[in-house]
C-alpha cells in the first residue's frame, strides 16, 4: 500500500529568503553541508543558523576547526549578533577546536577528543543545533582518504544519534564544487547548499544553490545574495510571482488629460513602464507623477541612476515641476547612484533597505536602460526583476522609465530588458516629424486592468509641465472592456 | 606508578628528572588499551622508578580535555621535566615516541 509521503520536519534559517527556497528550512536532526570558497560567507550562514536558534529556544554549539574563538565572536558581532552574551546566558557555546600542528604523530588516533569536549558542551547548555566550520582542516589531519570518510562517518553518526540538526562547513573550489577528496561530503549530508562567490564583468556577485535535498523539494536555481549588515540576504523569485497584490484603485497621474486616456488615471500597486527616447520627457512624466502623489500626502522613493539629485530637482524646475515642496515635507526620497558603483546585488539592498525605513506608497526607477552598467544586462534583469517582485508583493505602484534608441525602436524595446510580463502599464514617449516641425506624441500601448485611449495624443513640455494642446478624449473602447484582470473599476 | 584520577598530581614536589606523563583516552577501544600498554613498555625500559602515567577518560572528564585541548584521542602529553611535549595516536612507533621524549640512546 502506498502511503501518502509526509513532508520531512526542518528548522528554519531565518536567514532571509533562504527558506523560502528550502522550503520550509534544514532538516531536523539532519545534516547539512554548506561549501564555498574564500569570502563566500558559509561560517556567516552557519552563525546566523546557530544565533536565529540560539534567539528561539534552540541552544547552539558553534566548533571553530580553524579560527579562534575571539576572531568568531568578532564576526559574528559585525552582524549585530552578541555570541559573547548569548554564551553567559547559556544558549551558544563556542569550541576552539584548532589543530596547532607541532604534534608528534604516533600511531592511530581518532576524533573521540574532540567529540567528548563537544559532548559535554552539548549536555551542558542543552543544545540542539551544532555548526562545524571548516571541516575540512579537521579531516587533514588524518592525511588518508580512506581514514578521513571513517572519521566523518563516525561524526555524523554521532551527531545523528544526538538528535541534532547540523550545519558542517568546507571549502571549496572557486566553482562551488568541494574538493575531489571531500567528495564524499556531498554524498553523507542530508542536504547540500553551494554558495559561490564569483566575478562577472568586473563586479562581485554571490550565487547560492541548494544541489540536494533528501526527502524534500527545493528551488534548483541559482539565487543571488548578499552579505548585508544584518547577516545573509537572499532573493529567491520563485515565489515572489505568486504573491503579488492585485493592483488597487487608480491614481491621478498629475495630469488631467493623461488621465482622461487611461480611463481616470494609473491602477496603484501596477508597475508602470514610461518609454521613449532622449529627450521625450519620460523623467518630467514621471516627476509629474510623484509630485501628484506626494500632494495627496503619499510618500514616494526616487530612485536616480541617471543623475544627481541636485541636477534633477533643477531640470525638473525648468519643465515646470517642483519637487522641492515633496523634499521638505519628506514625503519625497531620492536616492541616487552610479550603476556602476556596486553589483546589482548591493543595488538592490540598498533599495529594499530604503523600502524598509521610508515605507513608500511608490517607488520611480529613472532609468531601467542605466542599470545594464551594474555589470550585465542579467545582472539589470536580475536586479529589476526582483525589485518590481518584491514592490508587487508589498502593493507599492513602481514607475520605470526606460530609455530606448529611436534608431530601433521596435516593440521589442518597449519593455525594456524583456520583463513584459510584470509590467501592467506601458506609456510610450516619441517624437514625429510633422512638416518642418518635430512634435512629441504619447501613446498608452498598454494598461493591465483598465480601458485606455489607442490614440497618439501630441503633447508640448512648457515651462508650466507638460500639457496637451487637443484635449485628450476619453477611450473610444470602453465598450470592449473585457473584464480581464479584474478590470472591473 | 599509574593513577587514573587525573591532575592531582603537580602539587606534590618530585625530584628532578621524574617523568610527569598524561595519557588522555577515550573509553576502553583498542587505541585506548594499545596506547596505554605501549607507555609502559616505554617506561619500563627507560624511566623504572621515575615516572608518573595519569590516565584520563575525556568521555568522562570532559573539562579535562577542554583545558588541555584534546581534540584527538588517545593524546600523551609529557609535563614534566619541561618543554612539554604532546604525542598523538597509540603511541605504536616506539622509536618515534622515545625521541619524542627524549628517552633515546643516552637519555635512559
Known sequence: ?489 | MIRSTPLAAGKKKRKQGHYLLRLFMAGNGPNSTRALSNLRELCRQHLKGRFTIETIDVVKNFDAAVRENILITPALVLEAPLPRVVILGNLSHLQKVRLALRLAEGAS
Open chain 1, 1 to 489: 500500500m502506498r502511503v501518502k509521503g509526509r513532508a520531512i520536519p526542518k528548522v528554519p534559517t531565518q536567514i532571509a529568503g533562504l527558506d523560502e527556497v528550502l522550503e520550509g528550512g534544514l532538516p531536523r536532526g539532519r545534516t547539512t553541508l554548506a561549501s564555498g570558497g574564500p569570502g563566500s560567507g558559509k561560517t556567516v550562514l552557519g552563525l546566523e543558523f546557530l544565533c536565529s536558534g540560539a534567539m528561539s529556544g534552540e541552544p547552539g554549539v558553534f566548533v571553530a576547526l580553524e579560527e579562534r574563538a575571539e576572531a568568531v565572536r568578532q564576526n559574528a558581532l559585525s552582524m549585530g549578533w552578541d555570541l559573547a552574551a548569548l554564551e553567559k546566558a547559556g544558549k551558544v557555546a563556542i569550541v576552539e577546536a584548532r589543530m596547532f600542528g607541532e604534534e608528534v604523530v604516533s600511531g592511530d588516533f581518532d576524533i573521540h577528543g574532540l567529540l567528548a569536549i563537544v559532548g559535554g558542551h552539548i549536555k551542558r547548555i542543552k543544545a540542539r543545533r551544532v555548526v562545524m566550520d571548516a571541516l575540512d582542516v579537521l579531516l587533514r589531519i588524518f592525511n588518508d582518504p580512506r581514514r578521513e570518510r571513517n572519521e566523518l562517518y563516525r561524526l555524523h553518526e554521532w551527531l545523528i544519534d544526538r538528535g541534532l540538526t547540523n550545519v558542517l562547513t568546507a571549502k571549496a573550489h572557486r566553482e562551488g564544487d568541494v574538493a575531489s577528496q571531500y567528495e564524499f561530503l556531498d554524498f553523507m549530508a542530508d542536504c547540500v547548499i553551494r554558495l559561490d562567490h564569483r566575478v562577472i564583468g568586473q563586479v562581485a556577485t554571490r550565487r547560492l544553490r541548494v544541489v540536494k535535498y533528501r526527502g524534500s523539494g527545493f528551488g534548483t536555481n541559482e539565487y543571488p545574495y548578499v552579505i548585508g549588515r544584518h547577516g545573509i540576504v537572499l532573493f529567491p523569485l520563485t515565489k515572489a510571482e505568486l504573491a503579488h497584490q492585485p493592483l488597487g484603485p487608480k491614481v491621478s497621474t498629475g495630469l488631467a488629460g493623461l488621465d482622461a486616456m487611461l480611463d481616470g488615471g494609473l491602477r496603484s500597486s501596477s508597475c508602470i513602464l514610461i518609454t521613449g527616447s532622449s529627450g521625450t520627457g519620460k523623467t518630467t512624466l514621471a516627476s509629474t507623477f510623484v509630485q501628484a502623489a506626494c500632494r495627496r500626502g503619499e510618500k514616494v522613493l526616487y530612485l536616480s541612476f541617471e543623475e544627481s539629485k541636485e541636477a534633477m530637482i533643477t531640470a525638473m524646475q525648468s519643465a515646470g515641476v517642483d519637487l522641492g515642496p515633496a523634499l521638505r515635507s519628506k514625503r519625497l526620497v531620492v536616492q541616487t547612484a552610479l550603476p556602476e558603483a556596486m553589483g546589482s546585488d548591493d543595488h538592490l539592498i540598498r533599495a529594499l533597505d530604503a523600502i524598509a525605513a521610508f515605507k513608500p506608497s511608490h517607488v520611480t526607477v529613472d532609468a531601467i536602460s542605466a542599470c545594464i552598467r551594474m555589470g550585465s544586462e542579467q545582472a539589470a534583469f536580475d536586479y529589476l526583476m526582483r525589485l518590481v517582485s518584491i514592490l508587487k508583493e508589498r502593493g507599492i505602484t513602481c514607475i520605470l522609465t526606460n530609455q530606448i534608441n529611436p534608431m530601433d525602436g521596435s516593440d521589442e524595446e518597449l519593455s525594456g530588458i524583456g520583463f513584459s510580463s510584470v509590467v501592467d502599464a506601458v506609456i510610450q514617449l516619441r517624437f514625429v516629424e510633422i512638416g518642418a516641425e518635430i512634435n512629441r506624441q504619447m501613446l498608452i500601448v498598454k494598461s493591465r486592468g483598465s480601458a485606455h485611449s489607442n490614440r497618439r495624443q501630441s503633447y508640448v513640455i512648457t515651462s508650466r509641465g507638460i500639457e496637451f494642446p487637443d484635449h485628450p478624449q476619453p477611450p473610444l473602447a470602453r465598450v470592449f472592456r473585457t473584464g480581464r484582470k479584474g478590470g472591473a473599476n
